[in-house]
């Protein structure tokens, strides 16, 4: 681009953000001069030339001496500039058999595998700190919720465990985009391959890759590995926008089922009795963000032609932004999650009144020969008559429970919450029992 107008010259530059990617732009410069030289491409001196001068402008950006220039537009012509420079006309070599257009593929490929192991681990460091939260409170019982509304009574280390399973399932997503970002873009040249007997196998053994694509319009123009990251972070700052909000809940003075950390809140400016739990609010927020870059990559890609278009460009922030807001956001809840104090006391007296009961109060009656259907009728109708009388279940009569049904007997007022949990004890199911199964179960899968 000719340098007579500045806002287009800045409006085209990528340097700004893709410099973020200069290690990779360089690693895979230094396969593809390796491979050229092995192929008899360029000579092996030149290579050889070339590789140290490629490590040196690394060691300069690191030690922050490199100078990036707006008017080189990228990272690919940032570094090539600076190989002139250092090593002569010789640089001039390194972009045999190769174009921006797979090599800004490439980089971005080498980028998110090098991410997703780190994705992983951190979500794994979460379900660690929801494991050990949820194994402290082992016995605590805490009323299940359908509408927000007190349902059945479950263990809150069987709550804890659900996002658990959440994460499990984010984790999977984030290993099934490994497999198809682990293609090896390099040798596709600007759109229809390169006039060169190349070893695209070599390059791959030397990236790392595990194969090398398979048509070069597809490999220099799909971004689908960038999308599939992005729609991965969505559902995982989905889940954690999810626990957030319980979190937010749960620590109100309206519950008070926990206290969150210190460090995880804030104190009121004006309202000295505040504790804010800003670090669930953010991560909420945050949220929208990382749906964000979801919705802009989609709309980028949508339509566009094969086969390299500049809007590709387009993909990097976006992904830059869903790796840090998703890393920051899982490393602070792992951290927030640890410090939460469950208040039993609190938990135990929502749960004063046993209307949670009702269910099993309707499967007592079953249990005794009568229809659920007809049951749960009988036992509205006993609900609705308690509540009238403004007492339990538990404070009824044997006389009241009889005008809604001869079938109920004495063992009636053996129905307490935590026989109502320990009676779940389906697979899958909230009794002390499954959970933990599913305890040591999650522990075997942080582990893996
Ligand atoms: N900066 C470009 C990008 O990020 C690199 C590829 C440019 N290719 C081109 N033909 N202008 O997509």
């Keep these: 681009m000719k340098d007579s107008d500045k806002a287009a010259q800045e409006y085209v530059a990528s340097i700004p953000f893709d410099r973020r990617l200069y290690r990779q732009d360089i690693e895979g410069s230094i396969a593809h001069a390796r491979m050229l030289a092995k192929q008899d491409i360029i000579a092996g001196s030149d290579a050889d030339t070339i ?50 257009n797979d090599q800004i593929a490439l980089d971005l490929r080498l980028f998110v595998k090098e991410e997703i192991p780190k994705t992983i681990d951190k979500i794994k460091a979460l379900q660690a700190a929801l494991v050990e939260v949820a194994e402290e409170n082992k016995t605590v019982i805490m009323p299940g919720y359908t509408h927000l509304q007190q349902a059945q009574p479950v263990l809150l280390a069987h709550h804890l465990l659900a996002y658990f399973q959440m994460l499990q399932r984010d ?84 519950f008070g089922f926990i206290e969150i950390g210190e460090a995880y809140t804030t104190g009121s400016s004006i309202m000295p009795q505040k504790k804010n739990p800003d670090v669930a609010e953010l991560a909420r927020g945050k949220t929208g963000r990382v749906y964000g870059h979801l919705v802009g990559m989609l709309t980028t890609m949508k339509s566009l032609p094969l086969a390299y278009n500049r809007d590709l460009q387009e993909d990097k922030e976006g992904l830059f932004d869903t790796v840090d807001t998703l890393h920051s956001s899982l490393e602070v809840f792992a951290g927030m999650v640890r410090t939460i104090k469950v208040n039993a006391d609190r938990i135990a007296q929502a749960m004063k009144t046993d209307y949670m009961l009702a269910t099993d109060l309707a499967d007592y009656l079953v249990k005794k020969g009568m229809p659920f259907r007809e049951a749960h009728g009988v036992v509205a109708g006993l609900s609705e008559y308690a509540l009238s009388k403004g007492k339990n279940f538990g404070e009824l009569g044997m006389d009241e429970y009889h005008r809604f049904s001869p079938l109920f007997g004495e063992n009636v007022y053996e129905i307490t919450v935590e026989s109502s949990v320990a009676a779940r004890n389906v697979a899958g199911g909230t009794s002390p029992q499954q959970v933990e199964t599913a305890l040591k179960e999650a522990k075997r899968l942080i582990k893996e």
């Excluded at 990036?68 to 990272?75: A, P, R, V, Y």
């Excluded at 690919?76 to 006309?89: P, R, T, V, Y």
């Design 171 to 254: 984790r999977e997503r984030f290993e099934d985009c490994m497999g198809r970002a682990d293609v090896l873009p390099l040798g596709s040249g600007a759109l229809a391959g390169v006039p060169y007997p190349l070893d695209r196998e070599f390059v791959a053994r030397e990236l790392g890759f595990k194969v090398v694509s398979t048509n070069s319009l597809d490999a220099v123009s799909d971004r689908d590995f960038v999308i599939e990251y992005e729609a991965a972070a969505a559902i995982t700052m989905m889940h954690l926008s999810r626990l957030a909000e319980e979190l937010v809940l749960w620590s109100s003075s309206e």
């Design 51 to 100: 590789v140290a001068g490629l490590y040196s402008i690394r060691d300069e950006i690191e030690q922050g001496k490199f100078q990036f220039k707006t008017e080189l537009e990228d990272i690919h012509m940032n570094i090539e500039s600076a190989l002139f420079e250092k090593i002569g006309d010789v640089a001039g070599k390194l972009h045999t058999a190769r174009s921006r």
